[in-house]
């Protein structure tokens, strides 16, 4: 049977909800040779049924690379007004020139170009310079937001009245979200005109910037994480956890390993392998899990201890981190929807609503942002936690912090 017959058979057989039967599609595939995309090359060139392109395309976005096939897909998927919405999941991976055809199809005749709106919308989130000559014409407001990454210097002054007339905070976090110089400098400005001193920490750290010594809040450059099988890197997803952890402090379920990150595969200079813990079970209880991570030892600051249980996982199977440079070096200034399988590495947070770093235990300074691991979907089945995971590391004292959003 050729994989476009089984995979319609499974996108038509399956009574159950839309999960159940991407997952299936998203099985299938990632069971055949090359990681799948051949396969679903055969799919996406053989037919027009609206959901097989669909999942499969969504299939080849967890894929890492295969920027030339992700390239002549979204290419073919142009040309066919109803299949050119699942371009957006190829938007990271798309040269220049075809990226600036799908803006100039949408400029066209944006009343017409509905259905590319979610193209465009992936276009802001990695490319923003590339719509930002269109920026008037541009009539959607999430695709606005984007936009703030990297602006100019007259958007930060802008921002900056709109909130000295209004006295509200939310031009201040537009502007924090910009992460430029000048925005930067303007955040400086108002330091001593917001009545809390957090709230300007946490627009500081929104900015890239650390209280305290300044220092950066993130490390670049950032880079796109997808998850692998076992061994593809040496950045483990799901490992095995043993000894001493930290426990549910609601179910007592004992922590398991989310996330270990080779530091010598990384180009960040840190001395120690950062391990970030979360739980698997269902409780939603904790907010944060801090971690003192030690060659044999794992030190809880925040939950009970207890002994670990090493066949529970956080993810479907021991997993890795695959890693590719981010299109977007500034930072996406669009907030995250968790369970969309955005994993990241380096650059800074992308917040559901923007909150503060922790605070290492040890030396007491705001902690760097490392990672996101983010919930929903894998090649191999879900991951088995809620919301979005956001990984904090301090290097010198060996402490990692997670952070969960819903
Ligand atoms: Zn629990
Ligand atoms: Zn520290």
């Given at each position: 049977m050729t994989h476009l017959k089984k995979v319609q058979q499974l996108v038509e057989g399956f009574v159950g909800a839309d999960p159940d039967r991407r997952n299936a599609v998203f099985g299938y595939l990632s069971d055949q040779p090359e990681a799948g995309v051949p396969a679903a090359l055969e799919c996406l060139f053989g037919t027009k049924d609206t959901l097989t392109v669909e999942y499969v395309a969504q299939y080849l976005a967890l894929v890492p690379g295969r920027r030339e096939a992700k390239t002549r897909v979204a290419e073919t998927l142009r040309q066919e007004p109803n299949l050119a919405p699942s371009a957006s999941w190829l938007v990271p991976w798309l040269p220049d020139e075809l990226v600036s055809g799908f803006i100039a199809d949408y400029m066209e005749a944006p009343d017409e170009r509905r259905q590319l709106a979610d193209v465009l919308y992936e276009i802001g989130v990695y490319f923003p310079e590339k719509l930002r000559p269109f920026t008037r014409r541009i009539d959607d407001d999430y695709v606005q937001r984007a936009l703030f990454a990297g602006g100019p210097d007259s958007m930060a002054d802008g921002f900056l009245s709109i909130w000295r007339n209004s006295g509200e905070l939310r031009p201040l976090i537009a502007m924090a979200l910009m992460r430029t110089e000048r925005a930067v400098h303007n955040l400086m400005e108002v330091r001593d005109g917001l009545d809390d001193a957090r709230q300007w920490e946490t627009l500081l750290e929104l900015s890239g910037r650390l209280p305290g010594d300044g220092g950066k809040a993130g490390s670049f450059p950032a880079f796109m994480g997808f998850v692998g099988e076992s061994g593809a890197s040496r950045h483990v997803v799901g490992g095995a956890t043993h000894g001493v952890v930290p426990l549910c402090p609601d179910c007592e379920f004992p922590a398991t390993s989310l996330l270990r990150l080779s530091a010598a595969d990384?180009?960040?200079?840190?001395?120690a392998d950062p391990e970030f813990f979360w739980f698997a079970c269902d409780c939603q209880e904790a907010e944060s899990l801090t971690v003192g991570t030690g060659p044999d030892e794992v030190r809880a600051y925040d939950a009970p201890q207890g002994t670990a249980d090493p066949e529970s996982r956080i993810s479907p199977g021991v997993l890795s981190l695959l890693l590719e440079e981010h299109p977007n070096q500034v930072g996406v200034s669009l907030r995250a929807s968790p369970g969309s399988s955005q994993h990241q590495v380096g650059g800074l947070p992308r917040w559901v609503e923007p909150d503060r770093h922790p605070v290492c235990p040890e030396c007491e300074q705001a902690m760097p942002y490392l990672a996101t691991i983010d919930s929903g979907k894998t090649p191999y089945g879900d991951m088995e936690f809620d919301g979005i995971l956001y990984c904090f590391w301090c290097d010198g004292c060996r402490v990692s912090s997670t952070q969960v959003q819903y």
């Open positions: 990384l180009p960040y200079s840190l001395n």
